[in-house]
């Protein structure tokens, strides 16, 4: 299957500082990625879709300034926390999908922790 | 909406023996997919089966099957054979068919447990 990469694995920072979290399709072009979180022991809960191009569509009660969406290429994503709180420390994972009616692939996930 | 129900929150099986996932789903559509995820300890999400709803055969891939009953909305995971690298949370998942950025629609898991 396609391979999509996402960076980095693992990160710490403190309270009130930014992270940006990649997500790069490697061998294909993706028009379409989603953006997920997971909490310990639960389901993916589906934050926002990007399409190329375009702004991110977030899903009900996920603040859009506080995780900013680029999805500028055909091959790249990226999540920016903005000033993190603890709260934000979660598990994020991300997925691609190269053309309509396509299934997606995800990346192995980022674990956030705010400390 | 849809949703994607799993009512099994965990489940074991002995090695080499056979287990069965339950899934059921709802929606209005006529087409549409409905995937089995595999998430292991590493977190990685793994894609084990697809269906799609227009073809009546059932999926299979190697040791994993599928029984889809498209009238009763249901979309079962039989695992045969199971081996130690079968543990893991399995999540059902069904998305809408056709033009459009549909997303995935998860059930909330089902944690296998393979006894040696």
């Known amino acids: 299957g396609a391979v999509v990469s996402q960076h980095p694995s693992r990160v710490i920072c403190k309270s009130g500082t930014s992270v940006k979290i990649e997500c790069r399709s490697l061998d294909f072009q993706a028009t379409t990625m989603f953006w997920y979180r997971q909490f310990p022991k639960q389901s993916l809960m589906l934050m926002a879709t990007?399409?190329?191009?375009?702004?991110?569509?977030?899903e009900q009660g996920v603040e859009k300034d506080k995780f900013l969406i680029n999805h500028a290429s055909l091959t790249l994503s990226t999540l920016t926390v903005t000033s993190a709180h603890p709260e934000d420390s979660s598990f994020y994972i991300c997925s691609a999908r190269y053309r309509v009616g396509s299934e997606a692939f995800f990346g192995q996930g980022t674990r956030l922790t705010v400390v | 909406a849809q949703t994607v129900t799993q009512s099994q929150p965990e489940m074991s099986v002995q090695e080499a023996e056979t287990v069965t996932l339950s899934c059921t789903y709802d929606?209005?559509?006529?087409?549409?997919?409905l995937f089995w995820y595999k998430q292991p300890p590493s977190r990685q999400m793994i894609l084990v089966i697809r269906q799609e709803a227009y073809k009546q055969q059932n999926a299979t891939e190697n040791r994993f099957s599928v029984n889809f009953q498209k009238a009763a909305k249901s979309f079962s995971l039989k695992i045969s054979d199971s081996q130690l690298g079968d543990a893991a949370m399995y999540f059902c998942?069904?998305?809408?068919?056709?033009?459009?950025?549909?997303?995935?629609?998860f059930g909330k898991g089902t944690k296998l447990s393979v006894i040696p």
């Open positions: 990007s399409n190329e191009g375009s702004k991110a569509t977030y």
């Open positions: 929606t209005s559509e006529s087409d549409y997919y």
């Open positions: 998942a069904y998305r809408q068919s056709g033009a459009g950025s549909y997303q995935l629609t």
